[in-house]
């Protein structure tokens, strides 16, 4: 077995390469909506799908226990090349937005042996110094959340087919898998649970401690990829209202939501100085007062500062999503670690739906104050993480 030090890098490597799928069809979405005629919901319809391909996803693998009693390596290295398969299929000449929908869908179903596993991975690997490894994790997630949109720059010139995005991710998510069969066996602390147990899922909840931090995390996510899914919109909206702004929407909507990757890194060496509680809070606040801030910073006229603003809120909208996943970690019994995980995440995923479909909704009648409503999020996110003091 390799040292867990040679481990974390492929893991993270893996993550990265694999999470690109997310956000491949946003990436795209212009061209999908010439080539195959969508309207203008299209946008929150694709996203949610994704969304709720992963949430059905993790209530399965949660329900059937799939992360605590078989092999995490092969587990992710099987949802990858699924994954794979079904973001090609958005390449086809033939699609129609039900098929999108439905690619998309299946594209989140794999993620769901992806990103809650790759975390499953990481705490069989890290008993101490669990907040860093997920931190850069989760670092990993957001680049790859990200790169699409870095491939998409190439495309301006058209140097690149927009398809060749969609072949590239997918190119992507197979070698990440395979990285992660070949060269990351079963953690040193890892303990397989042999017996399907139906009562699994529903006693995941039952610390205290737990609810605490699945409450902060499900405030954090109202906020996050609704964010995530509206900065390519956000910024084409501007250049509409500012016309004589000059900027790349690709180029800046892969840094203002890569950026987060750096701050998931930093955040997990924060909070072995401030703790996790309050490294995580801090970072909810202040993207909480973002959504607040967000309509008076879009309508003032230089395309700088809203870009700056943007940024730090890439920052801090992602910086406590792996110090959330921590505190799971931390919390849940170690026989069903993987399952305390994913059905955090999968109640997490079904409420960034909600989020979505209501700006993509309230978007279309005031796109200017729609934002600031992602606040409620971190409010309330804030209210459950205090209801435990001390970690």
Not at 94 to 108: A, E, K, Y
Not at 335 to 350: D, H, P, R
Not at 359 to 381: D, H, K
């Amino acid at each position: 077995m390799q040292p867990a030090k040679q481990i974390l890098p492929l893991i993270v490597f893996s993550q990265f390469c694999c999470t690109s799928l997310w956000f491949a069809g946003n990436a795209v979405m212009p061209e999908l909506y010439l080539n195959f005629n969508l309207n203008d919901e299209a946008l929150g319809h694709l996203t949610s799908a994704v969304q709720f391909g992963f949430i059905f996803g993790t209530l399965i693998f949660a329900f059937l226990n799939l992360a605590d009693r078989f092999s995490p390596s092969k587990l992710f290295f099987i949802s990858a090349v699924f994954g794979a398969v079904f973001n090609l299929g958005i390449i086809l000449e033939n699609n129609s937005l039900n098929t999108l929908l439905l690619l998309r869908f299946l594209t989140g179903f794999s993620l769901a042996g992806i990103y809650p596993v790759g975390m499953k991975i990481a705490a069989d690997y890290y008993d101490k110094g669990l907040g860093k490894s997920l931190g850069y994790l989760v670092g990993a997630l957001v680049l790859g959340t990200a790169f699409p949109h870095f491939l998409k720059t190439f495309t301006g010139a058209e140097n690149l087919p927009w398809r060749w995005v969609i072949i590239a991710t997918s190119g992507f998510a197979f070698l990440g898998g395979l990285l992660i069969l070949l060269f990351v066996p079963n953690g040193p602390f890892r303990k397989a649970k042999r017996k399907f147990k139906t009562d699994a899922i529903f006693s995941v909840f039952k610390n205290k401690n737990l609810r605490s931090a699945a409450f902060g995390y499900f405030g954090h996510m109202w906020e996050l990829y609704t964010f995530w899914a509206f900065v390519p919109i956000i910024l084409a909206a501007y250049k509409i209202s500012f016309s004589d702004s000059n900027f790349y929407i690709p180029f800046w909507s892969f840094i203002i939501i890569g950026i987060g990757g750096l701050s998931c890194v930093l955040g997990g060496y924060i909070s072995e100085i401030f703790g996790v509680i309050r490294t995580a809070a801090t970072a909810l606040l202040l993207s909480g007062l973002c959504c607040i801030i967000f309509p008076f910073v879009f309508l003032q006229p230089s395309a700088s500062i809203l870009i700056a603003f943007l940024c730090f809120w890439g920052v801090v909208v992602v910086a406590d999503s792996p110090l959330f996943s921590t505190l799971v970690a931390g919390n849940a019994p170690p026989e069903i670690k993987g399952t305390a995980l994913t059905i955090v995440n999968s109640i997490g995923f079904a409420i960034t739906i909600g989020s979505i479909q209501l700006i993509t909704y309230l978007n279309q009648i005031e796109p200017v104050y729609s934002m600031s409503l992602l606040a409620f999020g971190p409010v309330l996110g804030l209210w459950g993480l205090f209801q435990k003091k001390k970690v």
